[in-house]
Nanobody, 126 residues
């Protein structure tokens, strides 16, 4: 399994960015995929997760109502639409994937994910 994150960049506060996490490997529809972020000097933080089934999602309280995670099982890609960005959203965003036995599992701990992409930088200016 390999993951490739893309779509980061510079945005102004209140703006939007869309991140993509492209999966290479077998049985994508048996994997939950999540986005985490890590700012300098801070611990890795859960952002959002997509379960195996489309529509099964989980969000951190800090991004609810602003971020939307979605997946395309044909394109083997998970997206993170980020709206109304804030300076505190500035971080390296990483996507992780893990095999799950059920369609509804959406781990929110980073040690719940076995595979990681390289990360993409998101910088939000005030």
């Amino acid at each position: 399994v390999q993951l490739q994150a893309s779509g980061g960049g510079l945005a102004q506060a209140g703006g939007s960015l869309r991140l993509s996490c492209t999966y290479s490997g077998r049985a994508f529809n048996q994997y939950a995929v999540a986005w985490f972020r890590q700012a300098p000097g801070k611990e890795r933080e859960f952002v959002a997760a997509s379960g195996r089934s489309i529509g099964v999602t989980r969000y951190a309280d800090s991004v609810k109502g602003r971020f939307t995670i979605s997946r395309d099982n044909v394109k083997k890609t998970v997206f993170l639409q980020m709206n109304n960005l804030k300076p505190e959203d500035t971080a390296v965003y990483l996507c992780g994937a893990t095999y799950t036995r059920t369609a509804y599992m959406t781990p929110s701990e980073s040690n719940g994910y076995d595979y990681w992409g390289q990360g993409t930088q998101v910088t939000v200016s005030s």
